[in-house]
């Protein structure tokens, strides 16, 4: 296994920086999977972004999937890849396959509010914000 340096602080070499974030711990993994909220989000939650989970509704702003949207039905920290439902891709044999789509492709249009966690967290940027 390759070393990963707790110490790194940046550098403008893309080997580099691809080396950092592949060779991260998954602790580390999962805040980059950090999400842009939608505009009247923004608003309400008082937040620009936040982490991705099973069950949000996304818009893809970027890709041949440009403009659809969807529920996200897994997300793959190991990867740093998030399918969405109804987004497949046909392959040569005319299976259909999950398409991975990258987080920072994705827009948050609903957030799933159902675990306490996420929304202690949420509470959290909104008084950061409000100082």
Do not use: C
């Not at 969807?70 to 920290?77: A, L, P």
């Not at 609903?110 to 509470?123: G, H, Y």
């Amino acid at each position: 296994m390759k070393e990963w340096s707790k110490t790194w602080n940046a550098s403008k070499s893309p080997r580099k920086q691809h080396k950092y974030r592949y060779n991260a711990p998954l602790h580390i993994k999962k805040k980059f999977m950090n999400v842009n909220l939608s505009k009247d989000l923004r608003k309400k939650h008082g937040i620009r972004n936040i982490q991705i989970r099973k069950g949000d509704t996304v818009k893809i702003m970027i890709g041949k999937f440009k403009k659809r949207t969807g529920k996200v039905t897994e997300v793959d920290i190991k990867q740093s890849k998030v399918y969405i439902e109804n987004i497949e891709t046909i392959k040569k044999d005319g299976n259909k396959t999950r398409y991975p789509i990258n987080a920072s492709n994705l827009q948050i249009t609903e957030l799933n509010l159902d675990d306490k966690r996420r929304m202690k967290n949420k509470k959290k940027g909104e008084k950061e914000n409000a100082k």
